[in-house]
DNA sequence: GAAAGTACTTTGTAATTCAAAGTTGAAAAA
DNA sequence: TTTTTCAACTTTGAATTACAAAGTACTTTC
């Protein structure tokens, strides 16, 4: 028997981008003071993990000034759904064969 | 609000010891090279991700002979246990947050 | 004009991952 | 009895990743 490692996403591998990726598939948008306030990082880590969402076209950017103030909003792309979706199925399969 | 990343284990952040895991978790034992042939991994790989979960103590190592050939059985101790169940139910919760 | 806020980028270091090569000890083959 | 083989590692080295901290650019508020 063999068991494929592939059906789990790299990008989904690290705590950090696995609940950045959970938080965008429930929120139409989300701003990044906002997650680095849900997930307690330092500023550059969290840009570093929404850079690499966003070179896999998991996420998408979009910026605007909110009042006077700049905002930057990160939401989820269809292929960023797809992958999450697939990631999430391989979880759910390996959780079901312990049941 | 906020979001504690700490309810994902480390040691299982890695693909090929979530599996490994998992393997071990429904199976009373599991030899190296069953081991080796199901994940397709080098032995030097397989053996550095069994060091890494052994030195967590969530596996123990037990050498025998099998007739005349050296067998190295690994199983999941009772820590190891409680840390997987501990970390599949993270898990079962980001998922159940998706639906 | 100084300080503060947003959202980065850069820098530097430490940790992780992996393949490949080397090692050990016992057994089988020559 | 020397050699080869096999299991199960350990070591090495290189690439990648992760993270904090510091630096940057632009703007606004004091």
């Given at each position: 028997m063999r068991i494929s490692l592939?059906?789990?996403?790299k990008a989904f591998e690290n705590r950090v981008r696995l609940q950045i990726m959970s938080v965008l598939a429930v929120n139409s948008a989300y701003d990044f003071n906002a997650l680095k306030d849900l997930l307690q990082l330092t500023d550059g880590n969290l840009a570093s993990h929404l850079k690499a969402l966003e070179k896999e076209q998991y996420i998408s950017i979009t910026k605007s000034f909110i009042g006077r103030k700049p905002n930057t909003q990160y939401a989820i792309t269809q292929k960023g759904k797809d992958a999450f979706k697939k990631h999430l199925q391989a979880l759910e399969n390996l959780i079901k064969q312990q049941k």
């Open positions: 592939e059906q789990f996403d």
